[in-house]
């Protein structure tokens, strides 16, 4: 039997009058690495924002590696990562300043030892005292990756990760994404817009329309489910518009 | 506790390679410094004339005894503390605006909330940050100023002077402290992070410049250059007279001044450095209990503005504000 790493029931946000999220209920086994596609507005940033605790539901549940986000929201802090869409850091200190900063914030008890191991995975050796704010976009993005898994969390949260990356960028976050999940055992929880990136990352994937999530199953399987479709892309066009139908 | 100490950590390694920041903290220990230089100068110069009066005098063979000039060199530091007042609290107020906004404005909240921290963890770290930065620049200010005191006005300083100097600094410590949480609560507490600095701004303006100007104003020994009683060659005890005649207004107008903490700080540092002339050369004792008001309301001020900076930088208040 496969651990459940992320389990949600009926979670729900309102902001005032508007339903960001309707009652979604969604299961992300451990080991997996779940990709939510959506359009703009959909709630895919509301979910991760739930999930990793900036927010809270208006109603429902959520659990990540075994802790609720509601009653136990810094157990759920120490097992997750994060890296937000368009990262930013502190420019006047460097990379290996800025990660012990958040190795400590997260209680990281050898924080240096672990800082190596970081910089050293994510191809950083050499740069590590450089100030953040002489790093490219992609550099950046690598240094994102770095400070949410610097604590070494079991689940990550990567909001458009490669949003605003060139290809050859996108390719490298590709490969350190896939990295993270078969040779760390990081179960990932990723929202992005670029399709051909979801086929070559992901494992399963989830479609959210309007907050209502309205489809999820393996990426294996939704491609065989869908013989008439050629891409995802085609198969995601496809399932919205049978839901606005 | 640990992640307020690695909060504030950061904070002060971030602040110190601000370059922004170290040229407003350059500007403001230049023009202090400046200010007691050419007070220290002018005192040297004084008392340097006075001893050639008295060599001329004892070759001319005039053995009459020639009363020293009054001078005090503590009152020296009047400039100085004027610009901590004023300059020193817009720069407090800037300083602890840009505390948030820059974490705002990058989105490094989001990164710090996703951590494990406790509930007043974040803004204790800015809280002390504060602190530290704070004593740390008002301390170095006084140590130079102390030793500009000595070297450049040659001012005979004793024991008494050198405490006076320390509780000069301390609440000058404490005004600026309220002024920077002051603007990291109003920050914290607004979206648009130009909103807060222009609320930090009003409130500024009313409390250092406004309330002051109104109490100045009403002041009736202020109403003529040097002083209406002392124009009119009215003596003290006849001022007092003549004022007895006023209380109410008297009571007004020193209402409206309690209400501003500049003037709180003003008072309780001008006494102890015996700028106020009814507190020069009195014993501490003498100044503590004419100003020990003055202390505990600005020490209210203090713990008033802590805790709304502790309340308004929380995750939840925070992040419901940020862009």
Redesign the interface.
């Known amino acids: 039997m496969t651990d459940t790493a992320i389990s949600t029931t009926a979670l729900t946000k309102r902001y005032g009058s508007h339903q960001a999220l309707n009652e979604l209920t969604l299961s992300v086994p451990s080991g997996e690495i779940f990709g939510l596609l959506g359009h703009n507005g959909a709630g895919k940033t509301t979910i991760v924002n739930l999930l990793t605790t900036l927010m809270e539901p208006s109603s429902g549940t959520a659990v990540i590696g075994g802790h609720d986000i509601a009653t136990a929201s810094n157990q759920v802090r120490r097992s997750i990562g994060y890296l937000p869409e368009n990262v930013q850091f502190y420019d006047n200190l460097t990379l290996a300043e800025n990660l012990l900063f958040f190795a400590r914030l997260s209680g990281v008890r050898a924080p240096g030892a672990r800082i190596r191991d970081v910089l050293e995975f994510l191809d950083f050796t050499g740069r590590e005292n450089h100030r953040m704010g002489t790093f490219s976009k992609g550099m950046r993005q690598r240094a994102g990756i770095a400070q949410a898994i610097v604590h070494n969390p079991s689940v990550l949260f990567l909001d458009e990760p490669t949003s605003g990356l060139d290809p050859q960028g996108v390719a490298r976050l590709r490969e350190i994404i896939i990295a993270l999940n078969t040779d760390l055992g990081m179960t990932i929880f990723m929202n992005t817009h670029l399709l051909a990136e979801v086929t070559k990352t992901c494992t399963s994937i989830g479609i959210l329309s309007s907050g209502t999530l309205i489809y999820q199953d393996s990426v294996a399987a939704t491609l065989d489910s869908f013989p008439g479709q050629e891409s995802l892309e085609d198969i995601y066009l496809h399932i919205e518009a049978g839901q606005r139908s | 506790m640990?992640?307020t100490l690695?909060?504030a950590h950061?904070e002060l390694?971030?602040l110190r390679?601000?370059r922004f920041m170290v040229v407003l903290f350059a500007f403001l220990a230049v023009t202090v410094v400046l200010s007691v230089v050419v007070a220290s100068a002018d005192f040297r110069l004084k008392i340097a004339d006075y001893h050639h009066y008295l060599d001329a005098l004892a070759a001319s063979g005039n053995a009459a005894a020639v009363p020293a000039p009054q001078l005090f060199p503590l009152q020296m530091l009047r400039g100085g503390i004027e610009y901590l007042e004023i300059i020193g609290s817009l720069f407090a107020v800037v300083l602890g605006y840009s505390m948030i906004t820059k974490e705002k404005g990058?989105?490094?909240l989001?990164?710090?909330?996703?951590?494990?921290?406790g509930r007043y963890a974040f803004a204790g770290g800015k809280i002390l940050a504060l602190v530290l930065l704070w004593t740390a620049t008002v301390t170095g200010l006084f140590i130079v100023i102390t030793a500009t005191l000595l070297l450049v006005g040659n001012a005979p300083l004793q024991g008494g002077d050198y405490l006076r100097l320390a509780l000069a600094a301390a609440h000058t410590i404490a005004y600026l402290i309220i002024w920077s949480l002051l603007a990291m609560a109003l920050a914290s507490l607004t979206r648009r992070t130009g909103t807060g600095l222009i609320l930090a701004l009003v409130l500024w303006l009313i409390v250092v410049l406004i309330i002051p100007q109104i109490g100045d104003t009403m002041d009736p020994d202020n109403q003529i250059p040097g002083g209406l009683f002392a124009s009119l060659q009215v003596d003290a005890s006849h001022e007092q007279a003549v004022m007895a005649h006023f209380t109410g207004y008297e009571t007004t107008r020193d209402l409206i001044e309690q209400s501003s903490v500049t003037k709180q700080y003003e008072r309780a540092t001008f006494a102890y450095l015996g700028i106020k002339t009814e507190y020069n050369q009195q014993p501490l004792g003498f100044i503590w209990a004419g100003t020990f008001n003055n202390t505990l309301w600005l020490l209210a001020g203090l713990a008033l503005s802590v805790s709304a900076a502790l309340l308004a930088a929380t995750k939840?208040t925070i992040?419901r504000k940020a862009p």
């Open positions: 640990t992640e690695t909060l950061k390694t971030d390679r601000n990058r989105g490094t989001q990164l710090i909330f996703s951590r494990p921290l939840k992040l």
